[in-house]
């Protein structure tokens, strides 16, 4: 291989790395700015007056965790692309993480939980487009947002019980 293909493989990958890097950083600081924003979310999700199926209060942060990894991979694997389909994809990609970074204050620090819910319903929408847009450029990035579809899906129709309930 000659020095110079050397060279642009080497940048190349240290370009992939340093955005696998950002996104991660990006997710883990919505996740992160959430956790601030909101104070004691343990306390205030105790005291609501929840359904039956409603997941226990420890469960979430475990679960998104996880979730914030797989969106920053996803959004690495489409961003790492030179496809047609690229662009819409990680627009439709930014959108849901800043309809995710406005959810937890909005319900928690707010307790606007009506808004929440529309944002919550938004960002499901957010999610299924980002997934639908993704599978243009890189089908792993697609199943990697499943969980967190369902996971959304989820969230949205506990959001509207505890709005409905509260």
């Known amino acids: 291989m000659s020095t110079a293909l050397t060279a642009r ?7 992939s790395v340093l955005t696998l ?9 919505v996740a992160a700015a959430g956790a601030l924003a909101t104070g004691d979310a343990g306390s205030t999700y105790a ?3 929840r359904p039956a199926w409603a997941p226990p209060g420890w469960l979430f942060g475990p679960v998104w965790t996880v979730l914030y990894g797989m969106i920053a991979v996803a959004g690495w694997l489409v ?14 990609w930014g959108t849901q ?12 620090a707010a307790e606007r939980y009506g808004l929440a819910f529309l944002d919550i319903a938004l960002l499901l929408a957010a999610v299924v ?17 499943v ?3 369902v996971w959304v899906a989820y ?12």
């Open 97 to 108: 993480l800043v309809l995710n970074a406005l959810w937890t204050p909005l319900f928690f």
């Open 47 to 49: 005291a609501l007056d």
């Open 147 to 149: 969980p967190y579809g």
């Open 9 to 15: 493989t080497d940048l190349s990958r240290r370009r």
């Open 155 to 166: 969230a949205a129709a506990l959001n509207l019980s505890l709005w409905l309930n509260n």
């Open 21 to 29: 890097l950002l996104l991660l950083v990006l997710c883990y600081g």
């Open 79 to 92: 961003a790492r692309r030179a496809a047609p389909g690229r662009r819409p994809a990680l627009v439709a």
């Open 129 to 145: 487009a980002t997934a639908l847009l993704a599978a243009r450029v890189d089908r792993r990035a697609t199943w990697l947002l």
